[in-house]
């Protein structure tokens, strides 16, 4: 059973916006503050732009591979199911508790307008959300449409009325903590941007995802970090050292200075927004992660149920939604770091994926989004990350330690005798050493997520690909001996005898040339008989040579046909006359790596599809 596609452009941009502007806006900006002064504006400029290379590589990977379970799917189709494992849990681990972290938030704010406790709030959203993210993630996106415009209404208010009233002066001395706290504080503010890994682990079920997912982590990012930038500087122009360090409601605070009382209600009650919507996106995108590990072998079978009436993966949005109420006795600063540090492994992992999918040459790679530059951003993702990671400190580091111990003791006793994938790293390493160590299941499978992610429906000329015959020449050889060994090949399928075939294509190349372009001939007949038609695709790297007057010949389709198929021999030429029109269609021809490979390239070729299956 299928996850339904029911979130548009506007929903996903919403669930990543939703995601990131909660606590790193609302509450750690006081936190921050005192680590590194009036300068933790450059921190989160730092730890945007460092997002950003994370950003442009997960919107590649997930543009080519929109399956639930975002980042732990790719990792384990790049580096393995051990890496896969780890991402998957430590990821599943860091939303948890950042949507944890969101309810735990609200205290301060709840306190602001109600007097009621905040773990009953916090337990009773938290089932809300569970309930709403069950009955289907449309109801979830429309909600999160709304919680977030009221949101960035309620913060485009609070920048406009508070730009003037900044006061210098608070900004001297800019950085008295020196560059070390600044960087220290962008690795610790890093979990503000978190929200983008919540795009990709609901890929599935989003419409148009080649197109749709990289556009909205584009966007969400841009108008999130300039919200960030914007607002904090206000918040510290406004208010100065001495009441922002450390305090846990520093936009309220903000806003009381300069829009009075019903200032400081209205940006709690956006705070409140802010963590609401942050924990429905919590529950939305984390439970995909277990999902996706169950449904590949790594933990048990149930929680990869999806339920019959909602479509949804119910029991892993139940066992996420018991998680994140555990994580609620969980002290704050604990929360901070191990989420930060989960979600800086997760961007370094993206990154390393990239690289391995680019350099591995996989055929089927085919993401609708190339990031730009490659591989500089990358590089400069993974190096930066690493430093960010080491200047958080030894907590950091061992609570990374310890989790990435976990994981991987659950793969090493459950999943590894359960699971048995090939992988990118595989074919890289196989390309390397030129040893055998793969075979055609990764491709296969990306070939899989390419028609599903593209809406391919197979027609006929899809399903003649699929079974015809496929010929890789390894030598140079005239036209007339290639036809001998087509009539061959094809004479047994169509029950028509080699000779008769032999003559047929003799016959219709001496009429006119079937080299329609430099390197690509179409050789195709009409034979007697009833129902026939068949395809055969002939490569040859050296070259077939049709006459002295037109260029030697690499790709060759041969089309056979009886009377009665003449409609569908005209379309298959016209899907042929399609696919070859691409540009990079020699470069691929040319470049694949077996029969199989081949076939793919004209299974995969873009082209008009009859509205039938016909």
Same mark, same amino acid.
């Given at each position: 059973?299928?996850?339904?596609?029911?979130?548009?452009?506007?929903?996903?941009?919403?669930?990543?916006?939703?995601?990131?502007?909660?606590?790193?806006?609302?509450?750690?900006?006081?936190?921050?503050?005192?680590?590194?002064?009036?300068?933790?504006?450059?921190?989160?400029?730092?730890?945007?732009?460092?997002?950003?290379?994370?950003?442009?590589?997960?919107?590649?990977?997930?543009?080519?591979?929109?399956?639930?379970?975002?980042?732990?799917?790719?990792?384990?189709?790049?580096?393995?199911?051990?890496?896969?494992?780890?991402?998957?849990?430590?990821?599943?681990?860091?939303?948890?508790?950042?949507?944890?972290?969101?309810?735990?938030?609200?205290?301060?704010?709840?306190?602001?307008?109600?007097?009621?406790?905040?773990?009953?709030?916090?337990?009773?959203?938290?089932?809300?959300?569970? &309930?709403?993210?069950?009955?289907?993630?449309?109801?979830?996106?429309?909600?999160?449409?709304?919680?977030?415009?009221?949101?960035?209404?309620?913060?485009?208010?609070?920048?406009?009325?508070?730009?003037?009233?900044?006061?210098?002066?608070?900004?001297?001395?800019?950085?008295?903590?020196?560059?070390?706290?600044?960087?220290?504080?962008?690795?610790?503010?890093?979990?503000?941007?978190?929200?983008?890994?919540?795009?990709?682990?609901?890929?599935? @079920?989003?419409?148009?995802?080649?197109?749709?997912?990289?556009?909205?982590?584009?966007?969400?990012?841009?108008?999130?970090?300039?919200?960030?930038?914007?607002?904090?500087?206000?918040?510290?122009?406004?208010?100065?050292?001495?009441?922002?360090?450390?305090?846990?409601?520093?936009? /309220?605070?903000?806003?009381?200075?300069?829009?009075?009382?019903?200032?400081?209600?209205?940006?709690?009650?956006?705070?409140?927004?802010?963590?609401?919507?942050?924990?429905?996106?919590?529950?939305?995108?984390?439970?995909?992660?277990?999902?996706?590990?169950?449904?590949?072998?790594?933990?048990?079978?149930?929680? +990869?149920?999806?339920?019959?009436?909602?479509?949804?993966?119910?029991?892993?949005? &139940?066992?996420?939604?018991?998680?994140?109420?555990?994580?609620?006795?969980?002290?704050?600063?604990?929360?901070?770091?191990?989420?930060?540090?989960?979600?800086?492994?997760?961007?370094?992992? /993206?990154?390393? +994926?990239?690289?391995?999918?680019?350099?591995?040459?996989?055929?089927?790679?085919?993401?609708?989004?190339?990031?730009?530059?490659?591989?500089?951003?990358?590089?400069?993702?993974?190096?930066?990350?690493?430093?960010?990671?080491?200047?958080?400190?030894?907590?950091?580091?061992?609570?990374?330690?310890?989790?990435?111990?976990?994981?991987? /003791?659950?793969?090493?006793?459950?999943?590894?005798?359960?699971?048995?994938?090939?992988?990118?790293? &595989?074919?890289?390493?196989?390309?390397?050493?030129?040893?055998?160590?793969?075979?055609?299941?990764?491709?296969?499978?990306?070939?899989?997520?390419?028609?599903?992610?593209?809406?391919?429906?197979?027609?006929?000329?899809?399903?003649?690909?699929?079974?015809?015959?496929?010929?890789?020449?390894?030598?140079?050889?005239?036209?007339?001996?290639?036809?001998?060994?087509?009539?061959?090949?094809?004479?047994?399928?169509?029950?028509?005898?080699?000779?008769?075939?032999?003559?047929?294509?003799?016959?219709?190349?001496?009429?006119?040339?079937?080299?329609?372009?430099?390197?690509?001939?179409?050789?195709?007949?009409?034979?007697?008989?009833?129902?026939?038609?068949?395809?055969?695709?002939?490569?040859?790297?050296?070259?077939?040579?049709?006459?002295?007057?037109?260029? @030697?010949?690499?790709?060759?389709?041969?089309?056979?046909?009886?009377?009665?198929?003449?409609?569908?021999?005209?379309?298959?030429?016209?899907?042929?006359?399609?696919?070859?029109?691409?540009?990079?269609?020699?470069?691929?021809? &040319?470049?694949?790596?077996?029969?199989?490979?081949?076939?793919?390239?004209?299974?995969?070729?873009?082209?008009?599809?009859?509205?039938?299956?016909?």
């Amino acid at each position: 059973m299928k996850l339904k596609k029911e979130l548009n452009l506007l929903n996903v941009f919403c669930v990543a916006s939703g995601a990131m502007i909660s606590s790193g806006l609302f509450i750690l900006p006081g936190l921050a503050h005192a680590q590194a002064g009036p300068a933790v504006v450059i921190s989160y400029f730092l730890a945007g732009l460092l997002a950003m290379t994370g950003m442009l590589s997960q919107a590649e990977l997930v543009s080519a591979m929109p399956k639930a379970g975002g980042t732990y799917f790719y990792v384990t189709r790049s580096m393995g199911p051990a890496v896969g494992a780890v991402d998957g849990l430590l990821t599943w681990f860091s939303l948890s508790l950042k949507s944890a972290f969101a309810l735990v938030g609200m205290a301060a704010f709840t306190a602001l307008i109600v007097n009621i406790d905040i773990r009953i709030i916090a337990l009773c959203l938290c089932l809300v959300f569970v &309930l709403i993210n069950i009955r289907g993630i449309k109801g979830a996106g429309r909600m999160q449409v709304i919680l977030v415009f009221g949101l960035l209404t309620i913060l485009l208010v609070y920048l406009v009325r508070g730009l003037p009233t900044v006061n210098v002066h608070h900004f001297e001395p800019f950085a008295p903590k020196g560059l070390a706290a600044i960087f220290s504080t962008a690795g610790f503010v890093f979990i503000s941007y978190g929200g983008l890994l919540k795009i990709a682990s609901i890929a599935e @079920e989003v419409k148009n995802p080649g197109r749709t997912i990289p556009l909205a982590m584009i966007l969400s990012l841009l108008i999130v970090s300039i919200f960030y930038i914007l607002i904090v500087f206000v918040t510290t122009g406004v208010l100065g050292s001495a009441q922002l360090d450390n305090s846990l409601t520093p936009i /309220s605070d903000g806003a009381a200075v300069f829009m009075g009382g019903g200032g400081r209600i209205a940006l709690s009650i956006a705070a409140i927004l802010a963590f609401v919507s942050t924990a429905n996106a919590g529950i939305m995108s984390a439970s995909r992660y277990p999902f996706a590990l169950s449904r590949d072998g790594l933990l048990p079978e149930f929680l +990869s149920r999806i339920s019959r009436r909602f479509k949804t993966p119910h029991i892993a949005i &139940l066992f996420t939604g018991a998680f994140m109420i555990l994580a609620l006795f969980l002290k704050l600063n604990v929360l901070i770091r191990a989420a930060s540090t989960v979600l800086i492994l997760t961007y370094i992992f /993206s990154c390393l +994926s990239v690289i391995v999918l680019r350099e591995s040459r996989l055929q089927n790679y085919q993401p609708c989004f190339h990031a730009p530059f490659y591989p500089w951003p990358q590089i400069i993702g993974i190096i930066g990350f690493l430093f960010l990671l080491f200047q958080m400190g030894r907590e950091a580091l061992l609570i990374a330690g310890f989790l990435i111990v976990g994981a991987l /003791s659950v793969y090493w006793f459950y999943g590894r005798i359960r699971m048995n994938r090939e992988y990118a790293l &595989l074919h890289l390493i196989e390309r390397i050493t030129a040893k055998e160590l793969t075979t055609r299941s990764l491709e296969t499978e990306l070939k899989e997520i390419i028609r599903e992610r593209d809406d391919i429906i197979k027609d006929r000329f899809d399903r003649i690909i699929e079974e015809s015959i496929v010929m890789d020449i390894d030598r140079a050889i005239k036209s007339e001996e290639f036809f001998r060994l087509a009539a061959e090949a094809m004479s047994e399928r169509i029950k028509v005898s080699s000779e008769v075939i032999l003559g047929k294509l003799i016959e219709r190349e001496k009429e006119s040339s079937t080299v329609i372009s430099p390197g690509l001939a179409i050789p195709h007949i009409i034979i007697e008989g009833e129902q026939t038609f068949d395809i055969l695709l002939a490569r040859c790297q050296k070259g077939i040579v049709f006459s002295k007057d037109v260029p @030697e010949v690499h790709t060759v389709f041969v089309l056979i046909g009886s009377k009665d198929e003449r409609n569908f021999h005209l379309r298959a030429l016209s899907a042929i006359a399609q696919i070859v029109q691409d540009p990079h269609f020699e470069k691929k021809w &040319l470049g694949a790596k077996s029969e199989e490979g081949l076939r793919d390239i004209v299974l995969l070729g873009k082209r008009k599809r009859p509205t039938s299956t016909s």
